[in-house]
C-alpha cells in the first residue's frame, strides 16, 4: 500500500528533498520529505534531532515524536495533516492531500527490501551532515598558522 506522502511524491505536488513543518508552543520542527515517502533529516529550532531514529514512514509519527520525545508533551488532538506545511508553498499538507485524494496516481514500488535501502541512504547522509559538522567546527577552532616544529628541516 503506498503512503499518502509518496502518492504526493508520485503525482508532483512535492519533491524528494521538500521541507515541512511545524510549530508547537514556540518550537520550530522541520523535516525533510524523502523518496520513498520518508521523513528524515529533523531540525528542532534548527538544531539537528532525532539522528538516532533516521526515517520516519508517517506525518504522525514524526509529529509525534518531536512532541512527545523533544518536548515530553503528550496531547491528544493534534492534527499532522492541518499542522504541518510543505515549506516551499506554505500550504498545509492536508490541502495538497486533497489534491491527489480521488486522483489515479500509479503505486509506486513499497516493497519492504526498498524502504529498508532508503532508510540505509538516508542514514549515510545525516553521518555525511554531521561529519561535516565537525569538520566546520575544529576549521573554526584550528590555528590559521602552524609553526614548524620540525627542527631537521633546512633552511635557506
Request: hydrophobic residues 40%; charged residues 20%.
Amino acid at each position: 500500500m503506498t503512503s499518502t506522502l509518496q502518492r504526493l511524491l508520485s503525482a508532483g505536488v512535492i519533491h524528494a528533498g521538500d521541507g515541512i513543518a511545524f510549530h508547537f508552543k514556540g518550537n520550530d520542527f522541520q523535516a525533510a520529505v524523502c523518496a520513498g515517502g520518508l521523513i528524515s533529516h529533523c531540525t528542532w529550532n534548527s538544531a539537528p534531532v532525532l539522528q538516532d531514529k533516521i526515517a520516519f514512514s508517517t506525518l504522525t509519527d514524526w509529529c509525534d515524536t518531536c512532541i512527545q520525545e523533544l518536548l515530553s508533551e503528550y496531547v491528544t488532538r493534534f492534527s499532522s495533516w492541518k499542522r504541518v506545511r510543505h515549506v516551499a508553498t506554505g500550504t498545509p499538507l492536508s490541502q495538497l492531500r486533497e489534491k491527489v485524494r480521488d486522483a489515479a496516481v500509479p503505486d509506486a514500488c513499497n516493497c519492504a527490501a526498498v524502504q529498508c535501502e532508503r532508510r540505509k541512504v538516508l542514514q549515510l547522509e545525516l553521518q555525511v551532515r554531521d561529519l561535516q559538522l565537525q569538520m566546520q567546527s575544529q576549521s573554526s577552532r584550528a590555528p590559521s598558522v602552524f609553526a614548524d616544529d620540525n627542527p631537521f628541516r633546512l633552511r635557506f
